[in-house]
C-alpha cells in the first residue's frame, strides 16, 4: 500500500512541476508579446517601416498563452473537472452522487 503512495506522490511532483513549467512559459509568452508588441509601435510609428513578422508571432504567441493557461487552470480547480464529467454522466450516477 505504501508503495501506491509513494507512486503516487512521485506523480503529484512530476505534474505540479509541469504546471509550474506551463505558467511560467506562458508568462514569459506574455512579456514577450508585450515587448514585440512595443516593437511594432515603435516601427510604424518612428521608424514609419512596419514589422510584417510581429502580427504571426503574436497569433502564436496568444495560442500557447491561452492553452497553456487554460492547461494549468484545468490542473489547480478539479471543481471544473468534476463539474464537466457530473454533466456529460447519465441520470443514475447523477441521481446517486
Do not use: D
Not at 506522490?9 to 505558467?23: G, N, Y
Not at 506574455?30 to 508571432?57: C, D, H, K, M, S
Not at 497569433?59 to 500557447?64: A, P, S
Amino acid at each position: 500500500m505504501s508503495g501506491k503512495k509513494t507512486v503516487l506522490k512521485r506523480c503529484e511532483t512530476v505534474l505540479a512541476a509541469v504546471q509550474w513549467a506551463s505558467i511560467l512559459t506562458a508568462c514569459i509568452a506574455l512579456v514577450v508579446l508585450i515587448v514585440t508588441f512595443g516593437w511594432l509601435v515603435f516601427g510604424r510609428y518612428v521608424l514609419n517601416a512596419t514589422p510584417t513578422w510581429v502580427e504571426q508571432l503574436a497569433l502564436l504567441l496568444i495560442c500557447y498563452i491561452a492553452f497553456l493557461g487554460a492547461a494549468a487552470g484545468f490542473g489547480t480547480t478539479p471543481i471544473w473537472a468534476s463539474h464537466c464529467f457530473a454533466t456529460s454522466c447519465p441520470f443514475r450516477c447523477k441521481k446517486s452522487s
